[in-house]
């Protein structure tokens, strides 16, 4: 028997995770306690024993309210926010195979700046001031989008007079109205779906809107749209750079649309900031590597005659105006030691040329 024992309720794991400073915790039947850690996952305890069906139930129903329990039972999932004593977390539970599955991750309370946080602010702030079109910040899974993003909407709720809506699932952070109104709606909660919530924002009298994730073809249209009839939209993709994301956006229309649609997102859009967490060199945490695309004529031109393959190479030249690409964020986070050459290697875009950088 191992001498960690089963614990009785959520909060005491978060508890843990949350003085050991770790992104997620994850406990699933069959499997012992994990947690994320660096970017790393493993097991809070070596020795802790799988965590049983029963366990699991029980974790499960420590820690879901009613309408979340019911939830879970009628379709097999359920995405929340969970506040306790220690802060926010957003968590996930689903019913699989052997039992129940729980994944919290923590939010952190305050909202940090941009600076703090690494982006590029002289850059971005400029995006933030526009009085419409789209910015889209994009990045696998765990690679802070959530985090710049609020970031972003807190600079602008401090630097304008409007009213920003948000919409999210589940709200994360939770921002205090300073020079604008804030409106914070959450799927499931507030509204049905995104789409439903876009289609209802445009009567809400909205100057800045929030999407918390483009996920579907209506989605992008309704933001699209928004972001052409004079509001500035800001939402993620789970793209891993500018010229996917793009793709990205774009493959969703049927194709008799698309023409119109470049036309469309060529106008309409700001910039994309695409981001990555990379593991640092001592272990002691990660480093956000940026990629920044500014929508110049150039930019626009690629765009609307379908060549975003050439989009690089406009980012590449487009450093007088803020343009950052993915690659040259990595070589200057490795010529600052905070990075290793092997991490630089496998995370860029051109190979040849990064492989050219470290050798010379």
Known sequence: MSEHT?????????????????????????SPPIWRRHGKLQPIWEDHQ???????DRLTKSFLSEKEWNRLQEIGDVDFAYQNSLGRFRCSVVR?????????????????????????????IPLTRYQNGLILVTGPVGSGKSTSLASMIDFINADREDHILTLEDPVEFVFESKGCQMTQREVHTHTESFEKALRGALREDPDVIMVGEMRNLETIQLALTAAETGHLVLATLHTGNAPRTLDRVLDVFPTDQREQIRIMVSESLRGILSQELVPRIDGQGRELAVELLVNTAAVSNCIREGKTFMLPGVMQTGKNVGMITKDESLRDLYAKGLISAEEALYRCEEPAQMNAFLQS
């Not at 978060?14 to 003085?19: D, P, R, S, T």
């Not at 052997?98 to 602010?121: F, H, K, Q």
């Open 96 to 124: 699989q195979r052997l039992g129940y599955d729980i994944t919290a991750r923590m939010i952190n309370p305050t909202v940090r700046t941009m600076a703090e946080l690494g982006l590029p602010e002289e850059s971005l």
């Open 50 to 56: 799988p965590l049983s069906e029963e366990d699991m």
């Open 6 to 30: 089963v614990l009785d309720h959520v909060d005491q794991y978060l508890q843990i995770g949350n003085e050991y400073e770790c992104s997620d915790i994850h406990l699933a039947t069959a």
